[in-house]
């Protein structure tokens, strides 16, 4: 079970940062182009935001059946070890700030209001999240 979650995990990972880097292009496109932000804009934005919030909800599964998170920190092990603490501390803290930057922007975008800022709503929340993400990945793991 353990394995199977860590490979739904890595890729919904893919899947959301592809996501999240399409719809910032998208969003800074129609910012740009001063077009109306529409039911579809919308929906598109969703798109990633669904993807990040699946990730999210697996990861907090993840993190509690693995070895490597919540059950480093009882071990009182994380913090002396630099990897340790990225698995156990910082990936999912700065994660779950990631995602409340993504609900924000899109939450901010569904209000009423001038379409420019509809779309820099999306696209600079999701940039900032995007941005997070990327810098607590625990790319040793990952890639290797």
Not at 6 to 31: E, T, W
Not at 69 to 78: K, S
Not at 136 to 144: A, D, E, M, Q, S
Request: overall charge positive; charged content about 10%; aromatic content about 10%.
């Amino acid at each position: 079970m353990y394995t199977g979650i860590q490979h739904l995990h890595s890729g919904i990972a893919y899947l959301a940062l592809l996501a999240l880097v399409v719809v910032i292009i998208y969003m800074l496109i129609g910012s740009l182009s001063g077009r109306e932000f529409t039911e579809k804009d919308r929906k598109i934005g969703l798109i990633a935001f669904i993807l990040c919030h699946i990730q999210l909800l697996v990861g907090l599964i993840l993190y509690f059946v693995s070895p490597l998170g919540f059950a480093m920190l009882q071990t009182g092990n994380a913090m002396s070890d630099p990897a340790a603490k990225l698995l156990a501390v910082e990936h999912p803290v700065i994660n779950i700030i990631a995602i409340v930057l993504i609900t924000i922007g899109y939450s901010r975008a569904k209000k009423p209001g001038p379409s420019r800022g509809r779309f820099r709503n999306i696209y600079m929340m999701y940039a900032l999240g995007l941005v997070l993400l990327l810098s607590r990945i625990p790319w040793t793991l990952w890639l290797g």
